[in-house]
């Protein structure tokens, strides 16, 4: 894993002692709210709907043991014992005061984290795939450079005041888990035809009120101009994103407006301009970099010792829990497992205090004291021994963290909604409980198969709707909670923005209707077709005439 | 005109509160001062305005409440909005528990 440096020690200690500061000239009235306000949200503390909100960075979704215990701790002292992890590899305290902030700083600190870039109009958290480092497919390590690019976004003194946010995602896998096609900018590590390695740039992705896949505006950037080529397109986006208005002002709407052949020529000219200067980093710097993501210490092992076959089949429990939760290692003999934060009925994306010590302990047993976050608001263990997954599922399980669910139906990605967001229509949590109270029994799980739901309780679409094969997204109707479903969404390599089914839902109508979709499915699909396949095939009329037919 | 009273968050800790009749602030909605009138709703603004000078309370405003049914609220009064409702006597879900056991 990454470890601070002297300079990277220095500036998150300095920013702790700054808002040490603010906070104390806020509390004695030398700062009004509006001078403090963006001092806070620069340190990733808002004000929601209950309490305060404290948001924490986890660059590229990358924990270490010893950093997760301490997430416990300050959930644990600070907090009411939990914490929620977000759609961007963050986490979130619900009810922070105001006043320990500045210790929950210090704690964070010390552990080489902080809640720098979490909000305003910067270069937010740079995300990458979860499974990096340790997917079969993967062409290279992303979190290299996803950490370059953390280095050379954290308060930058250009692009600390852009139009708006902005979301960069990395993926050096073929197949896309980080739903890079929906960010401001998605990179894809890959090979050119003389195998040299390098990134295809996807620009102008997102959700929100406007949503757009991102377009490839290079397919082939020599690695080793990645900043150059990152800082062309932010000063392209800095002058001439739209600063009148804000629900204009996010890069996708400039390359739509623009058109994507004269935004790409835009930037290609400005990187003609800055390609050779001093902004991308030397080799021997991006080694650096690397060594500290060199891969543990593998064991030469077998694939599937007998010890680890004979428990799957003896055991059925164990054996569909593994058919969803772990996906196949690079390394024979290993396999990369995934803890659902989705337990049925549970809060999607939640975890306790004594949750996150079990996970960080079982991190140090068996997957090198690493954790990683992902944007579908789970975690993984990357390292785990075959042989090792007996015992530890039978750890998870004890923990209610055991649950097999994995891109299944009740795997819900749910924002916070308006049970806390102060920006929210309605909420989400309650219809993802009752959602995964409906499909409880695993077995119709199982057998509906691959289905991603997503819920976001406003137009923001933190919850990603627009990207899940079942998409709902809370309105407020005449003061009511309603739901608009849309369907067809994908977030992956084949991103895909959901069509609206028809007229919005009342609450007590959604699940119902959800699962008038599933079984629509259910009786069209073919041999073998997932969800997302039958719906490509057969198109929104016959869900729109199951679910409004009689009306 | 409808019944309302004043809303903010405490600044030390971000808690909803309401201004009550006593000029102070109470984390329960049923301790609010009811405010009758424009010219009423326009003097709590006024009390609130100097809490925010006096660095106790952030972002307050006013929202519209009606008697409650007795079995729906635990209050005599309740906002109208369900995002104030929420806010009042939220989150509905039960958060920080642990998860069920699979
Ligand atoms: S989608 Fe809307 S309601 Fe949900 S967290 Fe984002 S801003 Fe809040």
Not at chain 1, 309 to 329: G, M, S
Not at chain 2, 53 to 70: F, H
Request: proline share 4%.
């Amino acid at each position: 894993m990454y470890r601070y440096d002297e300079f990277d020690q220095r500036l998150v200690d300095q920013r702790v002692a700054q808002f040490r500061d603010q906070v104390a000239r806020r509390l004695s009235g030398e700062l009004t709210e509006d001078e403090f306000k963006p001092l806070r949200l620069m340190n990733g503390l808002y004000l929601q709907l209950h309490a305060y909100m404290l948001r924490v960075a986890i660059p590229y979704g990358t924990l270490s043991s010893r950093q997760l215990h301490q997430l416990a701790h300050i959930a644990r002292r600070y907090d009411r014992g939990f914490a929620h992890f977000t759609t961007r590899q963050n986490i979130q305290y619900n009810w922070p005061r105001l006043e320990d902030t500045p210790d929950i700083l210090a704690e964070l600190a010390s552990v080489e984290m902080h809640a720098i870039q979490t909000s305003g109009n910067c270069i937010r958290n740079t995300t990458a795939d979860q499974y990096a480092g340790v997917a079969a497919d993967e062409v290279e390590d992303p979190r290299i450079h996803a950490e370059v690019i953390r280095q050379w976004s954290t308060l930058h003194p250009e692009f600390s005041f852009l139009p708006r946010k902005f979301k960069i995602a990395v993926t050096g896998a073929q197949h896309d888990r980080a739903a890079i096609r929906v960010h401001d900018i998605g990179l894809v590590i890959r090979r050119d035809a003389n195998a040299n390695v390098g990134f295809e740039v996807v620009v102008g992705g997102g959700l929100g009120r406007t949503p757009m896949v991102g377009k490839t505006i290079r397919e082939f950037l020599p690695k080793q101009y990645l900043l150059s080529y990152l800082e062309a397109i932010l000063r392209v986006y800095n002058q001439l994103g739209r600063r009148d208005n804000k629900y204009k002002a996010r890069v996708k709407i400039l390359v739509h407006e623009t058109g994507v052949e004269e935004f790409t020529e835009m930037v290609e000219t400005e990187w003609r301009h800055i390609r050779d200067g001093a902004i991308d980093l030397p080799a021997e710097e991006v080694a650096r970099i690397r060594a500290y993501f060199a891969a543990p210490d593998y064991q030469t092992l077998s694939a599937a010792p007998p010890e680890y076959t004979a428990k799957l089949a003896a055991d059925p429990t164990f054996a569909d829990w593994v058919r969803t939760n772990i996906a196949a290692h690079k390394v024979p003999g290993y396999a990369i497992v995934n803890i659902s934060l989705k337990p049925i009925g549970g809060i999607p994306g939640d975890a306790t205090a004594d949750q996150m010590d079990a996970i960080a302990d079982l991190a140090a047993l068996y997957s090198d004291r690493e954790i990683r976050v992902t944007h579908e608001q789970n975690l993984v263990l990357p390292y785990v021994r075959q042989t090792d997954l007996y015992l530890l599922w039978q750890e998870l399980r004890r923990q209610g963290l055991a649950t097999a669910n994995l891109n299944l139906i009740s795997d819900i990605i749910a924002c916070p909604g308006l049970d806390y967001c102060a920006l929210a229509n309605a909420r989400s949590i309650p219809v993802a409980q009752q959602i995964s109270e409906r499909f409880a029994d695993l077995k119709r799980q199982h057998d509906i198969g691959e289905l991603r739901l997503k819920i976001s309780g406003c137009i923001n679409a933190c919850g990603h709707h627009h990207v899940g094969n079942i998409g709902i997204l809370g309105v407020d109707r005449r003061g009511e909670e309603y739901y608009q479903i849309t369907l067809g969404g994908t977030p992956d390599e084949q991103a895909a923005i959901g069509t609206i089914v028809g007229p919005a839902f009342a609450s007590d109508q959604v699940v119902d209707a959800v699962e008038t979709i599933v079984d629509t499915y259910v009786g069209q699909r073919q041999d073998g077709e997932l969800f997302i396949d039958t719906y490509r095939r057969i198109g929104n009329a016959p869900f729109k005439e199951s679910l409004y037919g009689n009306h | 005109m409808s019944l309302q009273v004043v809303t903010a968050n405490r600044l030390r800790d971000g808690r909803v509160i309401y201004l009550d009749a006593a000029d102070g602030w109470s984390t329960d909605v049923a301790a609010a001062r009811l405010c009758e009138d424009e010219a009423a709703a326009t003097a709590a603004l006024a009390i609130a305005a100097a809490a925010v000078a006096a660095r106790r309370v952030v972002e307050p405003y006013l929202i519209a409440v009606e008697r409650a049914d007795g079995a729906v609220s635990p209050t005599r009064y309740r906002p109208v909005r369900y995002r104030e409702v929420i806010r009042a006597f939220g989150p509905s879900i039960a958060a920080g528990t642990a998860a069920k056991e699979t």
